[in-house]
């Protein structure tokens, strides 16, 4: 089960990553060109949320079954520490991110919807994009799938 549960989840960062791209994208367009932020704008940003969601429930399942994962491992293994603490507290930053960003881009006014959806998605972003164990970290033992 571990094996489908990595893959599964490493597959699904893909998705997440392009949906982030393509709702970071989308509100800025709509921010600088200044046109409405509608309903299929805010679908763009509900499935980058729900598509998020869906890796963060992946990623708790593969927490309990990960040997990568050791509570109260030793921290001063790279490897143990970056999947025990630092990978789940940057990704449930980004998760939590992502979810406020989408709940007050709905509820602002129509001229800061795109502004609010931009900021917190691209910070959400970012932190994922530090938080992934890249296959160049060769310390961490990740790969491209």
């Known amino acids: 089960m571990y094996p489908m549960l990595t893959h599964a989840h490493s597959g699904i960062r893909w998705v997440v990553l392009g949906l982030l791209i393509y709702a970071i994208y989308n509100s800025f367009s709509k ?4 046109k ?13 949320m729900a598509a998020t969601h869906l890796q963060i429930i ?4 593969l927490y309990t079954q990960s040997p990568k994962v050791m509570a109260g491992g030793d921290m001063s293994n790279s490897m143990v520490r970056f999947f025990t603490i630092e990978h789940m ?11 406020i960003g989408y709940a007050w881009s709905k509820r602002t006014t129509d001229e800061k ?24 970290r060769e310390e961490l033992g990740g790969g491209w799938f």
């Open 36 to 48: 409405a932020f509608g309903a299929g704008d805010r679908k763009i940003n509900l499935f980058a």
């Open 89 to 99: 507290a940057y990704m449930l930053m980004a998760a939590v991110l992502i979810t």
């Open 58 to 61: 992946l990623g708790f399942v």
């Open 113 to 136: 919807k795109a502004k609010i959806a931009f900021w917190f998605y691209l910070i959400a972003f970012i932190i994922i994009m530090i938080g992934i164990p890249w296959p160049f």
């Open 31 to 34: 921010m600088n060109g200044k």
